[in-house]
C-alpha cells in the first residue's frame, strides 16, 4: 500500500537538506542533530547517522536496510530527532482510499479532503522536540482549503514558520508541476 509516491530529484533533496542544517544551526548549539526522513522512498535525504521510515515495503530505502517499514501517520513512532526532512506523500483528500482515509480521520479529527501532506506536516509537529525543525516539500496546496488549517493550528501552538518557498518547480525537466518548501521551527 502506497499513495502519492513521488520519488525526490537529487539536486532538490540536497537543496532542502542543505537550508534545513542552516535553520538548525541559527536556532540550536547541537551540532550533530538527529535527522529523520518520515517518508524516506528512495533515500535521497539520508547521511549515514540519519534515521527514516517509509510505508512501502518495497522502497528503495527500505529494502536496503536505510529504513524503517511503518506507517508514519498511524504507527507509534520510534525516533526523537531534532530534524524532520522529506518529501511527504502528495495525495489530495477526497483520492486516499476510503478504508484508510477512514482511519486517518478517526486518528487526527481533521476534515476527509485534507491532503497527505498536510497530515504529515501536523504529524511532524505532534512529534517534534524543542528546539525542533521540519523541512519538507509540499504540495502547494499546503497553503490552500482545508490544508492552511494545519499551519493556522501549529502557529497557535507557538509553531514559527521559517521560511516558505513556494512555486519551485519539481525538477528541470517538468516545470509544470510546482511545490512548496516549508520550513517550521518549535
Not at 499513495?3 to 530529484?9: M, R
Not at 540536497?14 to 536556532?27: H, P, S
Not at 507557538?158 to 516549508?182: E, F, N, Y
Amino acid at each position: 500500500m502506497t499513495y502519492g509516491k513521488h520519488y525526490t530529484p537529487l539536486e532538490v533533496a540536497n537543496i532542502v537538506k542543505d537550508r534545513a542544517l542552516v535553520l538548525w544551526r541559527q536556532m540550536s548549539s547541537n551540532n550533530k542533530p538527529l535527522v529523520c526522513d518520515p517518508s524516506s522512498g528512495g533515500g535521497v535525504f539520508l547521511e549515514p547517522d540519519d534515521v527514516a521510515t517509509d510505508l512501502d515495503p518495497n522502497a528503495p530505502s527500505v529494502l536496503d536496510g536505510r529504513a524503517k517499514q511503518l506507517d508514519f501517520l498511524l504507527d507509534d513512532f520510534p525516533y526523537e530527532p531534532d530534524i524532520f526532512v522529506g518529501n511527504p506523500p502528495f495525495l489530495y483528500g477526497g483520492k486516499i482510499p476510503k478504508p484508510y482515509q477512514t482511519e486517518l480521520y478517526n486518528r487526527y479529527k481533521r476534515g476527509r479532503r485534507i491532503d497527505l501532506c498536510a497530515l504529515f506536516v501536523w504529524r511532524t509537529w505532534e512529534l517534534m522536540k524543542s528546539p525542533g525543525l521540519m523541512a519538507y516539500i509540499c504540495t502547494n496546496s499546503i497553503c490552500q482549503g482545508p490544508n492552511i488549517q494545519v499551519l493556522q493550528d501549529i502557529i497557535k501552538q507557538g509553531g514559527q514558520i521559517l521560511r516558505v518557498d513556494k512555486d519551485i518547480p519539481w525538477d528541470k525537466k517538468s516545470a509544470a508541476v510546482t511545490t512548496t518548501h516549508l520550513y517550521i521551527a518549535k
